[in-house]
């Protein structure tokens, strides 16, 4: 299973778009493929206590991370880098198992010109540190507000055409690895 992950808990945004419309292309590969929103992560996730008592909903998606056999990290930008939620999230799951020697693969977007190069690489940083396998084809999608639509999903075809083939990349890489089924 390769889990998703819309890097943000803002409701609608654009990443949870472009998530979903990667699922479909995982799964028009035959690869089984489900989106981990962390909108879907309750409010007593951000409290102090969360750390020492992770609410239900966290443990469920710390289950879904420690069965993946792959991560698809799709980053928002957010003041030069990835969101609080996600690296928060991040810091809940527990350590080293749950990304020690799993793929990881990036895809960036922003509203501005350089398509969440900083966030993604920052966050490559985090999952080097927690000894992931960094996939290196990242794809990077600035002004993502004119190519991402809520009913269609990606629409401009270069884009599409390079997180397609990052995606089939991806899959192969996971598979060298031993990870893919």
Partial sequence: MIEIIVGTNRRNSASGILAQWLCAE?????VEAQVMDLVDLPPETFSPDAYKEKPQ???KFTERVLRAKGLVMVIPEYNGSMPGSL???IDLLPFPESFENRPVCYVGLAA??????RPVEHLMQVFGYRNAHNYPARVFIPYSFKIIDSDRGVTDDAVANRLRQQAKGFIEYCNLLGSAE
Wanted: charged share 5%.
């Fill in 26 to 30: 995982y799964n028009q590969l035959s």
């Fill in 87 to 89: 690296k928060h999230f």
């Fill in 112 to 117: 501005g010109q350089f398509g969440a190069l």
């Fill in 57 to 59: 909903q966290v443990i």
